[in-house]
């Protein structure tokens, strides 16, 4: 065996120099994302496959709508009652609405064919999420209490938040899990990215931001409960009781849209704008479909998040 020797002050191999450089990164992200077992995303098949995944609307945005996110509410002059139904008619909601309605966890439950376990850990990943926004709005209270609308709306909040966990406790006797199976459950990370940046917008956020979120996100969220109600109702042998805390959140709150402009009125008048609200509005959209595609990869037994979970 030979071996070549190589002047490396030589202007060829000066020239070489950055593009063996690049060369070797580029082995060196191959290896690493080996390590951490991505390499099946580098495939053809599975590059193909995790191109049409949907985890979140956030992350597969058409080319037309890449800049929606920079410009498109800078040159917005929006009154309080016109915030709500331009917050709906944005492509981020279009697109969190299309996917929540066509998510394959409702799908099966529309068929009968859900597994109970997907039941039991949305029970399970919801009790700390309760406990989390009840915490939530009563700092979201004691933030912005001093708005007699903001008042109202967070108080409000607070004891909804109440009634829901005590009705979540009910469900999930039903469904054989007890109070401690909920205490001691360990909850998926990213099934709380929700609740965890509804905590952010409580404590640091403004009131027109929460209001918004949870207009634009509650319908979404209730027909997701609504469908998993009725398939439970007439698939499965449940009766209304039993689904209670589904209920709670399926049924619309009269009004509510009324509420939610009076406080988006304070905000934007304490010096909230439209474009602060836009992002929060759109991270809550993001981080409910999360929430369903954890649920559903874990009933699954997936492991891990890169499989696709919508076509």
Not at 6 to 17: F, G, K, Y
Not at 46 to 68: F, N, Q, T
Not at 88 to 93: D, I, K, P, V
Request: hydrophobic share 45%; net charge negative; with cysteine.
């Amino acid at each position: 065996m030979s071996y070549l020797t190589i002047d490396a002050n030589s202007p060829r191999e000066v020239l070489r120099r950055p593009i063996i450089c690049r060369r070797w990164i580029g082995k060196s992200l191959a290896l690493v994302c080996c390590a951490l077992g991505l390499c099946a995303s580098y495939s053809t098949s599975s590059a193909a496959a995790v191109a049409k995944r949907r985890l979140s609307p956030v992350l597969d945005l058409p080319s037309s709508d890449r800049s929606e996110h920079r410009d498109n509410c800078t040159n917005v002059d929006l009154l309080p009652d016109q915030v709500l139904p331009w917050l709906r008619a944005q492509a981020f909601n279009q697109r969190t609405e299309k996917s929540l309605k066509n998510h394959p966890l409702i799908i099966a439950a529309d068929n009968g064919t859900m597994p109970l376990e997907a039941v039991q850990l949305i029970l399970l990943e919801e009790y700390t999420i309760e406990k989390s926004d009840l915490r939530s709005m009563a700092a979201a209270l004691a933030h912005h209490g001093d708005a007699p609308a903001s008042r109202d709306f967070f108080q409000q909040s607070v004891d909804s938040e109440v009634v829901a966990l005590q009705k979540l406790v009910a469900m999930a006797q039903v469904f054989g899990l007890s109070k401690e199976a909920l205490s001691v459950y360990e909850p998926m990370p990213v099934a709380h990215a929700y609740s965890a940046y509804l905590a952010q917008l409580s404590n640091y956020g403004g009131a027109a931001a929460i209001a918004a979120g949870f207009a634009v996100n509650f319908p979404a969220y209730g027909q997701m409960c609504g469908r998993i109600r009725d398939a439970l109702v007439t698939k499965y042998g449940c009766s209304q009781e039993d689904v209670s805390f589904l209920s709670w959140f399926a049924d619309p709150i009269p009004g509510y849209d009324d509420l939610a402009e009076k406080v988006i009125s304070e905000g934007m008048f304490r010096g909230e704008q439209v474009c602060e609200i836009k992002e929060a509005v759109r991270l809550l959209q993001g981080y409910e479909i999360l929430f369903w595609d954890a649920v559903w990869a874990k009933s699954q037994h997936m492991d891990t998040m890169l499989e696709p979970l919508q076509v």
